[in-house]
């Protein structure tokens, strides 16, 4: 049986982080287990510009246009008003952010952690799990391989994703507050962005829409899950005509017909508990933000910054900083939750929508 100190579920942005935090601090045996996405296209391409310094703070490149990506100066967008505005990171102090690459940026995070010491078990995923007196007995698999690994590891890590995988297997709720999709697609399309971002609303939901290194662009359509079932904004038809349709997308980014539409989960959701015996839960499996905060790879960073310290408390058998550690997912929580809400009510032009109804219903709530 292998020997774990840690076992972490996912080998994100979160779980890489968590990883590379362990090993800086002394912790020999981390294990990563990745269930490594097949998806053709990878969402979330916007990083703030927090993240270059908490990169740092882990060891790594802060200048990741050395790495092929390319820096994003802010975002315009048309939001409440048919006229653009324009948020500029530098006129806030925040330098620029950056427009990923997605899975390269991944996949580095993850190479990193492999350099330092860590082990990837990929494709695998958890299969089972057991409390043990001293910490827990897991068996990792995949889907195609009928043999199971077995793991016992003194603390674990959900870093799963949106699907909280470890922390609901072991009695935590996760709690969806919304059911919103994107319909990504990456396009040949030359964008007129220079380095911004783009956010547009429209009667049932908005647009998103980011120019990558390489001369592509992400374009994305948010709204319900429902609703793009109803209104077929998965047919690539009706994708391209509502596009079309658009103020400033369609100007800035030509809609092509070459790019195939991916549906990604964008919910915002939290789990009931951050942290329990043993166990600890970082990025999206802890709080799944809406991509219009931007703020999901800052979210994981910081995370497993506060996770570490947790995490190595509990190998010494003290709970108090996972105490402290759920606190401050409690603030953060609440925190997020009143800046989404202030930020959508700002929209009033389709409240008879059901897209916009149901988060100004939210709001009022």
Partial sequence: MQQA???????????????????????????????????????????????????????????????????????????GSDEPSFDYFLARGRGHGWHLRRKEFDAWLRHEA??????????????????????????????????????RARVLVDAGGRRAPLATSLGAHLREMDSLVALAMLTDSAPALAGLSLVESFAHGWWYAAGLPGGKTMVMLM???????????????????????????????????????????????????????????????????????????AGALSDAQAAVLAIVAQLAADDAPSRAYAERANR?????????????????????????ARRQTRKEG
Avoid at 25 to 37: E, T
Avoid at 45 to 51: G, H, K, L, Q, R
Avoid at 224 to 238: G, M, Y
Avoid at 332 to 356: I, K, Q, T
Wanted: charged share 20%; hydrophobic share 45%.
């Fill in 5 to 79: 100190d840690v076992l972490i579920v996912g080998a994100g942005p979160a779980g890489s982080a968590t990883a590379l935090g362990l090993l800086a601090a002394g912790c020999k045996r981390v294990v990563l287990v990745d269930h490594a996405s097949a998806r053709p296209v990878a969402a979330g391409e916007s990083a703030t510009p927090d993240v270059s310094a908490m990169l740092g703070a882990l060891g790594l490149e802060t200048d990741l246009g050395r790495l092929g990506h390319a820096p994003c100066q802010g975002t315009v967008s048309l939001w």
């Fill in 223 to 297: 709204t319900d899950r429902d609703l793009a079932k109803a209104c077929n904004f998965h047919e690539p038809a009706v994708y391209l005509d509502t596009w079309r349709a658009t103020r400033r997308l369609a100007a800035m980014v030509p809609p092509t017909e070459t790019g195939v539409i991916a549906p990604f989960a964008a919910h915002s959701a939290f789990l009931d508990r951050a942290a329990g015996p043993g166990w600890i839960a970082v990025g999206d499996a802890l709080l799944a933000m809406d991509p219009l905060t931007s703020s999901g790879i």
């Fill in 114 to 151: 492999q350099q330092r010491g860590a082990v990837l078990l990929s494709p695998a995923r958890l299969m089972a799990c057991e409390t043990l007196e001293s910490g827990w007995r897991v068996k990792v698999g995949s889907r195609t391989d009928a043999s199971l690994t077995e793991i």
């Fill in 332 to 356: 953060n929580l609440v925190a997020y939750v009143d800046g989404l809400r202030h930020h959508y009510s700002r929209e009033c032009r389709w409240m008879e929508s059901p897209f916009w």
